[in-house]
């Protein structure tokens, strides 16, 4: 046997454990992969909320098995996984209020154009990210119902909100179905007085006498006959008389 085929090198490292051929998969019979996948994310910003669910797509996430502790407060009281501070700091503590003060003060861009910077002076931050404490969190149904205050400062419950915006909706669609039918109605009373001005200007109806007088079809035909007759009559007359 040859002396450069006798040895063989041997492969560095590991095979992979998932193949790039196919996509991963969660287990379909798997309990505790359901009650991951069904645990709500909340109270976080956007990319923190990008990260969890990578974790939760990829099976890398680990729920919590006892309360952690508050970075904040420092009491026991985080329950969902991963996040540094407790739900009541993330619009409470000190270093939350003053984050939360400096983002809804902070003015809009100079370059930026009318509706950003609207949009941005409307938008009102409400809590800090649980995980990072770095960026606004995300609002939620949940925190739409709780922050969503009512004229009197009650706070609105979440089906009340929804109401509201209901009435709303039929209010604005009731304006426009009623400016549809006055330019409608504005486009009709135009025709018709189009009409009455032409009828009245038509210098040929004018000629006739009205539009009453005008003949159409066998009635046309009579008169022109009858015009005919009376025409022969005269000429027959005249030259009698000569």
Known sequence: MPQD????????GHAPVHQNKFAFHHNPKSKKTAAILASPIQHVC??????????????KYKPLTAPAKCNHCGNRNVKAAYHTICESCTRS???SLALLEQWNNRQP????DDDTAVTASARTY???CAMCVKEPAIR???DQEEDTPEPTGRKLKLREVKTLERQEERA????????????NDEDDDLDESDEDMSDAEDPFLQAVGGAEKLLTGDAYQN????????????????????
């Open 5 to 12: 085929q006798a040895v063989k090198k041997k492969k560095k």
């Open 46 to 59: 956007r990319r923190c909320h990008e990260k969890i669910e990578w974790k939760k797509q990829y099976r």
């Open 93 to 95: 503590s000190p270093q």
């Open 109 to 112: 861009a100079a370059d930026d």
């Open 126 to 128: 409400y809590r800090a």
């Open 140 to 142: 939620s149904l949940a």
């Open 172 to 183: 604005l669609a009731a304006k426009r179905k009623k400016k549809k039918k006055n330019d």
């Open 223 to 242: 008169m022109l006959l009858q015009r005919e007759q009376g025409n022969i009559q005269t000429d027959a007359s005249t030259d009698m008389d000569t």
